[in-house]
């Protein structure tokens, strides 16, 4: 995957470079502009069948419009009536292609929003100014072969996003124990790589999965900053004191999926009135979204309150 999106941005500077340092484009009969950088030798694509390309598109003054490249996946687009149907413009130069071809092709901006991809041109593009496009066509497939190279293609994906998880969740656990240790909090850990301290035991049994449970929390960036509680006293407190909001406990039903994974895990620690405090990496909480005022990547430390077990 590295090696693909290294050699994607390698073919994307040496075609800028050489589309600003002179010039050699051709012409077609209906003004579509054109150079190949490098001509492939192999085959053509077929009524049916799927290129998987790389595709960057690029306004007047130089601003990356989209850039496959930056997405760090290709683009599959299939070869049938929709690359006949408009010359002098994208379609066009996608009947040129074949596999191994990287080419660059020039044509009204206008063309491109409304034609391709059949949407009003922003206002802050200008009408009769040239996108430059630049492809580089990866593979050619029959959509039997193409089935096959997207299982890979996500399978290779997932391995990646589990070896980033599994990078991030360990830096995670070096900030909350950095963060513990300057603190003089002494917390348990448990397999996931939640941290947690048990405030109060509670009584009785513990929530199973599939129980219905609720719950009080207010939920802190590492830093100290309140992001949600539903205790009022602390939302004036924090100075996040909401006059709109009810605050009571939030019911959810344990070991669903319906919270955060580090509320799952967490919350199951805790009998009926017990309290903690839970510090979820970010890999057991939102990852690598952001949510509101809580940044990608963010540790979250949780008061909690289990309230009840409702049944």
Request: proline fraction near 4%; include cysteine; aromatic fraction near 10%.
């Amino acid at each position: 995957m590295y090696k693909t999106i290294k050699s994607l941005f390698l073919f994307f500077a040496i075609a800028l470079f050489q589309s600003c340092g002179q010039d050699g484009f051709k012409t077609t009969d209906s003004g579509l502009k054109y150079k190949f950088v490098i001509e492939g030798e192999g085959v053509a694509p077929e009524d049916g069948n799927i290129l998987v390309m790389n595709v960057s598109y690029v306004d007047a003054p130089g601003n990356v419009i989209f850039s496959s490249t930056r997405t760090g996946s290709p683009m599959a687009i299939g070869y049938d009536d929709s690359v006949r149907s408009h010359d002098g413009g994208l379609e066009e130069g996608i009947r040129m292609l074949r596999k191994g071809d990287s080419l660059i092709m020039k044509f009204p901006i206008e063309n491109l929003y409304e034609n391709t991809f059949n949407l009003t041109l922003p206002d802050s593009l200008e009408r009769g100014t040239d996108v430059t496009v630049f492809i580089g066509v990866e593979d050619v497939f029959t959509r039997e072969e193409f089935g096959v190279y997207r299982m890979k293609m996500m399978e290779k994906q997932q391995e990646v996003f589990i070896e980033r998880q599994a990078d991030q969740l360990e830096e995670d656990g070096k900030m909350i124990d950095a963060y513990l240790k300057e603190k003089n909090i002494d917390a348990e850990i448990g397999p996931s790589g939640l941290r947690y301290v048990i405030i109060e035991e509670g009584e009785g049994e513990f929530p199973q999965p599939n129980q219905q449970v609720s719950v009080n929390y207010t939920g802190k960036l590492l830093n100290g900053q309140v992001f949600d509680t539903s205790v009022e006293a602390d939302a004036r407190e924090a100075d996040v004191y909401n006059a709109g909001r009810q605050y009571q406990p939030y019911q959810f039903t344990l070991g669903t999926g319906s919270v955060i994974r580090g509320w799952d895990i967490g919350i199951g620690l805790l009998k009926r009135g017990g309290k903690g405090v839970l510090y979820i990496p970010s890999t057991l909480a939102y990852g690598e979204r952001a949510n509101g005022i809580i940044p990608a990547n963010a540790i979250l430390v949780f008061n909690v309150e289990l309230v009840n077990i409702l049944n």
